[in-house]
């Protein structure tokens, strides 16, 4: 199991415009295995503002590499992407595995 945590920061007070595009348009133009994988979408309350940071699950990196491809080509998701990349100052990636030590991580065992 790995996890993708995806970091955006938007500028100052595009969240909301971030969220109509989703809701508008975006959760629906996404190929239909991401939402399988999808842990939950969520945004900066405290902290660095401005955030919107999305946690995928996948079995290995093989299975987020085919399930990305397959969204990037689909022609609706980059008509969203188009809508939501001028409101982004930055975008971070990050995978994570499950720790060695037994019970350290319940995601990974269920």
């Given amino acids: 199991m790995i996890l993708e945590i995806r970091n955006y920061t938007l500028n100052p007070g595009k969240p909301a415009e971030y969220w109509k595009h989703y809701q508008d348009g975006g959760f629906a133009a996404q190929d239909p295995r991401m939402h399988e994988h999808l842990v939950g979408y969520f945004q900066s309350d405290v902290g660095p503002l401005n955030q919107i940071v999305h946690i995928w699950k996948f079995d290995d990196v093989a299975q987020r590499d085919e399930i990305r491809k397959a969204n990037y080509a689909r022609p ?20 994570l595995v499950p720790s060695p030590v037994p019970g350290m991580c319940p995601l990974a065992e269920g």
């Fill in 76 to 95: 609706a998701w980059d008509a969203h992407l188009a809508k939501i990349r001028p409101l982004m100052v930055s975008q971070e990636t990050t995978l």
